[in-house]
């Protein structure tokens, strides 16, 4: 079993006033050679936007761009049509192919926005840009691993489906609740919230460990928890 740890502590961060950023890997000015990547997984920002406030219209190509909001909602307009808000529970997945163009924004007027942005780089590009979204059972993640996001050609059902062989688990972990997790590639755990040992490492809120050449590994939650598994071929 081969470990990688990212401390929450040291991600890196930018702080633009209306937007708070934590870099998990090297992203815009924050650049680090050894912290580019863990396999296909090449972005997971943790974003925090002002009420009022967001991303213009910008551009992405050839990229599964899967965004998770943690807290308060985000609006979300594109060029091919789409305008809609997504909330707490709700995952997006965006595949840019050939290209396409999208802004974010915080319409709140009070309250920040949280979330979570992953860029998964896809298997095939050029496809015929792609956009969903959904709303999953919260019930469906207690102490069980809800599949969020799964391949196209291998979707598990109820899940949404982007061009990699890559799954994008959640669960919410009881207090002392033990299990395990079964690897089909690579596995990168993120712990949202809370405090849990993975593969006996002690992980705090935001701390993650990417872990390879295991079939399994061991999870134990010391409190209330929320774990992020982005399980993605390596190469």
């Given amino acids: 079993m081969k470990k990688v740890i990212h401390k929450a502590a040291t991600r ?10 934590y870099h998990t890997f090297s992203f815009a000015n924050y650049q680090d050679s050894e912290r580019m990547n863990f396999g296909m997984l090449r972005v997971l920002n943790d ?12 551009p992405h190509r050839n990229m599964e761009i899967i965004s998770i909001p943690i807290s308060g909602a985000l609006s979300h307009k594109d060029n091919m049509g789409n305008k809609r808000s997504i909330d707490v529970g709700e995952v ?20 920040a ?25 919260k019930v469906g993640r207690k102490n069980q691993f809800q599949t ?8 598990v059902k109820g899940s949404l489906s982007m061009y990699q062989q890559g799954y994008i688990l959640m669960i919410d972990l009881d207090e002392n609740f033990e299990t395990e997790y079964h ?19 002690n992980l705090e809120k935001r ?29």
């Avoid at 298997?123 to 015929?128: G, I, K, Q, Y």
């Fill in 148 to 155: 969020l996001v799964s391949p196209k050609d291998k979707q």
């Fill in 183 to 201: 690897l089909k590639n690579g596995a990168y755990f993120f712990l949202i919230d809370g405090a849990v040992s993975v593969a006996d490492e």
């Fill in 207 to 235: 701390d993650a460990i990417g872990i390879l050449e295991t079939a399994k590994v061991s999870i134990k939650a010391s409190i209330q928890s929320k774990l992020l598994v982005i399980d993605i071929p390596m190469k």
């Fill in 92 to 111: 997006q997945v965006m595949s840019s192919g050939t290209g396409l163009t999208h802004s974010e924004f915080n319409d709140s007027k009070t309250d």
């Fill in 113 to 137: 926005v949280n979330f979570l942005q992953l860029w998964i780089i896809p298997e095939v590009e050029n496809v015929t840009p792609y956009y969903t979204q959904k709303m999953f059972d």
């Fill in 12 to 21: 890196g961060t930018a702080n633009h006033g209306w937007l708070k950023s």
């Fill in 47 to 58: 974003d925090i936007v002002q009420p009022k406030m967001g991303f213009g219209k910008h």
